[in-house]
């Protein structure tokens, strides 16, 4: 159905019904002009907001509604995760052209559903807005966390271990396999090679388990890639680090597209995007900890933190070079 069929209220009546809501901390949700929610005494607010842009974040050739309705809140669940929060609401405000139908409106919804309930991520709000140059998508989190469990990225030590969750460099490594294969449609490939890009999870429950049993000293999510990262954490706590390329855990899928794509995957895992990984630094006494954790979550130690300034990468060669940021740079 077209949307001027069913007007702006209509749709909001539309999405009320459908979307993920019930949580008792919620007051008032969608229908009213603001959402109210009681907060929870001795914790921390936490708001978080991202936004993705037709063409520029997303491509609607290979991502469906329900994908891409799932990716745009994962962005800011691993948010919240990444300072060591859990989320109370979600705000989600939608910019929609004309070729956008309502069933494409819930297809996206039913995609953020999905992690609204796997959560407690209940949407209590948001605005939807006619856009003349393609779709986007605006989500606004609101997060708690414990006085005790707050991580930041401004706190890690010299000395400290770098640690990551998973593994690294798959999902930049699916944006390429769908870029190529948009070109040319000889490029096949198993869908699971790209499911981590199309589909990734927010690591919340993971990143509490990090927080209760290795108590780190600072943390940050893998957005923009491992160098990336590692040098916010760097610049925040005003030191400097080291990564070894041979404790990167590469994905085996990546390797896999690698050699699909005639490239070196280790540059996906150091400076691609978008792979809601965590990363972040404990004292040398806490691996005896982070092994045992490992039974349950995989953790890698990838560097260290040192005094100084610059991030650096020791290849498997033993050479020691000044690694680029890298990331995705919107300006």
């Known amino acids: ?10 749709l909001i009546e539309v999405i009320k019904k459908t979307v993920f809501n019930r949580n008792k901390k919620i007051i008032v949700t969608i229908g009213d002009d603001a959402a109210i929610v009681k907060p929870s005494p001795g914790k921390y607010l936490i708001l978080t907001t991202d936004t993705l842009l037709e063409n520029l974040h997303f491509d609607l050739s290979y991502f469906s509604f329900r994908q891409l309705g799932h990716r745009a809140l994962t962005a800011n669940l ?16 939608l910019g929609l052209p004309s070729y956008v139908s309502v069933e494409n409106v819930l297809e996206l919804y039913s995609g953020m559903n999905l992690l609204a309930k796997k959560f407690n991520c ?17 989500i606004t989190v609101l997060g708690e966390v414990e006085r005790n469990f707050l991580t930041l990225r401004s706190k890690a030590k010299a000395g400290d271990l770098i640690g990551v969750t998973g593994e690294l460099g798959e999902s930049h490594t699916g944006l390429k396999l769908l870029q190529k294969a948009k070109k040319d449609k000889r490029i096949k490939f198993p869908k699971n090679l790209v499911q981590k890009h199309l589909t990734p999870q927010p690591k919340i429950f993971e990143a509490r388990e990090i927080i209760k049993k290795l108590k780190p000293n600072s943390m940050i999510d893998i957005s923009d890639g491992l160098a990336s990262e590692v040098s916010h954490i760097a610049k925040a706590s005003k030191l400097g680090a080291v990564i070894f390329e041979s404790e990167i855990p ?15 995957p280790l540059n996906w895992a150091l400076y691609g995007g978008e792979e809601y990984e965590l990363l ?16 349950k979550i995989k953790l890698t130690l990838v560097g260290e933190m040192k005094k100084g300034a610059g991030v650096f990468l020791v290849n498997r060669d033993g050479k020691k070079e000044r690694i680029k940021k890298g990331g995705f740079k919107h300006f």
């Open 250 to 264: 590469l994905s085996p899928k990546a390797r896999k597209a690698g050699k699909i794509l005639n490239k070196n």
């Open 1 to 10: 159905m077209e949307l001027k069929k069913v007007g702006e209220f209509g």
């Open 78 to 93: 691993s948010d919240i995760a990444a300072v060591g929060g859990l989320p109370v609401t979600a705000l989600v405000t």
């Open 122 to 138: 209940p949407i209590s709000g948001g605005d939807v807005t006619s856009s003349p140059k393609g779709l986007f998508i605006t």
């Open 280 to 295: 972040f630094t404990i004292p040398k006494s806490g691996v005896k900890s982070l092994i045992k954790l490992s039974k």
